[in-house]
């Protein structure tokens, strides 16, 4: 997941060396801020892995007291992810800009369109230098696949970059992958705006697949889990299901449209306690 307090400079070579950030051909020092939460690494601790800190797990279990369903929405939209690659792939897409992805947890995009296709290309992109570090050992080796170090906001150091352009062919569709993440973008850095330029870049037959708290669906929690994450520092604004539909304008969305993720074409059978629980909008739409 993506969130941090500035927007990183585009990533020209850059590398991860210890702490250290390779840009331009020299080493920089790198601040980690493990002394404060991030939300990829407290979503890593949400679904059970190790890349977390303190700091980090603190702030996991101070929103599981007041949201004590957390780790079932992260499981939930883990496995929405799963189901719109899948479904990106047997709409013929083959190429993937997955963004915000977070610490590594497979199956990863890669791994799940690459099992149902050969030649899958899959660029990750985060701002976390701790999800460089381990994106790159572990991503970058099943060899269509590159890590880019940027942030959101800055979609044209992610859509210029070289590692980027390197994978992607902007004349075929691409499958721009937004789980998660457009929470923690707050209102006056443009949410619709950023999805706007993405969409604006890739071709017709394009899709859009996005998951966001849903502050509508469990208004109490959504408020409390709010309110807690800004005592850490960290930007979570769950927005109601109008304001999400919105990030889709300009696109037709695909059936089951905006939904509850459990709902999003499932696997198997939901039940009601299910999709009470899991307080997050998913959907996918295609570039007409």
Not at 245 to 259: K, N, Q
């Amino acid at each position: 997941m993506d969130e941090s307090g500035g927007t990183p400079a585009p990533p020209e070579g850059d590398d991860m060396d210890g702490l250290r950030l390779r840009t331009k051909g020299r080493l920089d020092p790198v601040d980690l801020r493990t002394d404060r939460p991030h939300p990829a690494r407290v979503y890593d601790y949400l679904l059970g892995g190790k890349d977390n800190f303190p700091a980090d797990r603190s702030a996991a279990e101070r929103g599981l007291g007041k949201a004590p369903g957390l780790r079932d929405l992260a499981r939930a939209n883990r496995a929405f992810l799963t189901r719109v690659v899948r479904a990106a792939v047997e709409a013929g897409v083959r190429q993937f800009i997955d963004l915000g992805t977070g610490i590594p947890t497979s199956p990863n995009v890669h791994e799940v369109a690459g099992g149902h296709t050969p030649g899958a290309r899959v660029v990750y992109v985060d701002n976390d230098p701790i999800v460089a570090t381990h994106a790159r050992a572990l991503l970058t080796s099943a060899g269509d696949t590159a890590f880019l170090l940027a942030d959101l906001r800055d979609t044209k150091a992610i859509l210029d970059s070289p590692e980027t352009r390197a994978l992607i062919d902007f004349d075929e569709p691409v499958a721009v992958l937004c789980v998660a993440l457009l929470h923690h973008i707050p209102d006056e850095a443009g949410p619709r705006g950023i999805i706007e330029r993405l969409t604006g870049a890739v071709a017709p037959g394009s899709l859009l697949a996005l998951s966001h708290l849903g502050a509508d669906l469990a208004p109490a929690q959504a408020a409390a889990i709010s309110a807690g994450a800004a005592r850490d520092g960290v930007t979570l604004i769950p927005r109601d299901r109008h304001t999400v539909s919105a990030l889709f304008t300009g696109l037709d969305m695909l059936e089951p449209g905006l939904v509850p993720v459990p709902l999003w074409r499932p696997d198997t059978p939901v039940w009601d306690d299910e999709v009470a629980r899991t307080w997050i909008y998913g959907g996918m739409a295609v570039k007409p």
